[in-house]
């Protein structure tokens, strides 16, 4: 009997392993069959037990390598030597796992929250998530992205910030504006590096499968069959957002990330992220989660971090109130106080 197995053609170099030496290995585990690979598929001539067996853990290896980014010698024995009463327990796993990273780093939701984002994934096409730094916002949103890339339930990713300076001038930056931006957009690449392996990452940039540019180059495109991740959404301008959420195509799922506490924009200018808070609760296939301080899985220190700043802040305002109502007061009547 003979029988062809089309491979994954992005991962067949590696199933096969330097100069076919996976299948050199795997014709000495299955030494009734014959074994010929030429490029993305594998004919085999044999016994048909042997042959189905064969294809079976053949879609195993192919499985175990999407995930952990690598296959070892070590690998292939143990996952074609298991008994058939364990062949589906191999890719049993925790229900929180979204993705494998590189060298078979687990990434999973950690925290309620973050488990709330995932099944909000699932059931709505636009998802707002909104929190302190370190709570897991855009890492989540990026390993939901490589999970639907990687599952093919979209053809790309698209990261998005908008280019508003942090008490920085970006003009003064060396080199032109690629060179000017790569630093700003930094921990989307970060997060991206954790989940695949980096000449397979570069390969998908080059192709825009995974595309990282500022918000001002979303204008008049319409983003279709893909995860688009706007992070940094607070500090996004209401007509920039409002941009944003309408380049909204099929197929597509838009995740919009910010914290509310670290606005960069003019003092003049309001958020959109704070005005689309307001407006858009309610709309079906919209839906807001909110992190909070026990969200964060930086250092156990941004934690207090965060709360001191809380605390002083909400202090600063508290007294501000305080002198606004004791203005008004002090205004003369029928007068409105300036500083209203």
């Not at 920085?168 to 032109?176: A, I, K, R, S, V």
Request: hydrophobic share 40%; no cysteine.
């Amino acid at each position: 009997m003979d029988r062809i197995i089309d491979l994954n053609p992005d991962i067949t170099v590696e199933l096969l392993g330097p100069n076919n030496s996976n299948i050199q290995l795997l014709t000495h585990i299955f030494p009734k069959l014959k074994i010929v690979a030429r490029g993305n598929e594998i004919k085999v001539t044999g016994p048909d037990d042997d042959l189905q067996q064969f294809e079976e853990r053949i879609r195993l290896l192919e499985n175990h390598l999407d995930s952990f980014g690598k296959l070892t010698e070590t690998d292939i024995i143990n996952i074609t030597a298991m008994e058939d009463d364990n062949f589906y327990a191999l890719n049993k796993t925790d229900e929180n796992i979204i993705v494998h990273g590189r060298e078979g780093k687990i990434i999973k939701a950690i925290t309620p929250n973050q488990k709330r984002l995932v099944d909000s994934a699932q059931k709505n096409d636009m998802v707002f998530v909104v929190g302190p730094a370190g709570t897991g916002k855009t890492y989540t949103a990026v390993a939901l992205a490589v999970k639907a890339l990687k599952n093919k339930q979209i053809r790309r990713i698209i990261l998005t910030r908008p280019a508003v300076e942090a008490g920085e001038n970006l003009g003064f930056l060396p080199g032109d504006l690629r060179d000017k931006l790569d630093p700003y957009l930094q921990p989307l690449y970060d997060a991206l590096w954790d989940m695949i392996p980096m000449q397979k990452l570069v390969n998908m940039m080059e192709d825009k499968v995974i595309e990282i540019a500022p918000l001002a180059f979303m204008r008049g495109r319409t983003l279709d069959n893909a995860y688009v991740i706007l992070d940094e959404a607070q500090n996004a301008t209401s007509s920039q957002l409002k941009m944003f959420l309408t380049r909204m195509g099929k197929n597509a799922k838009f995740f919009i990330t910010g914290d509310i506490t670290q606005i960069d924009l003019p003092r003049n200018q309001q958020s959109g992220l704070i005005l689309a808070d307001r407006i858009l609760k309610g709309v079906k296939g919209i839906d807001f989660i909110y992190m909070d301080n026990k969200d964060v899985v930086r250092h156990h220190l941004v934690t207090q971090i965060i709360n001191r700043y809380e605390i002083y802040e909400n202090r600063l305002e508290e007294e501000r109130r305080n002198r606004t109502a004791a203005q008004t007061k002090t205004a003369p009547d029928g007068q409105e106080d300036g500083n209203r």
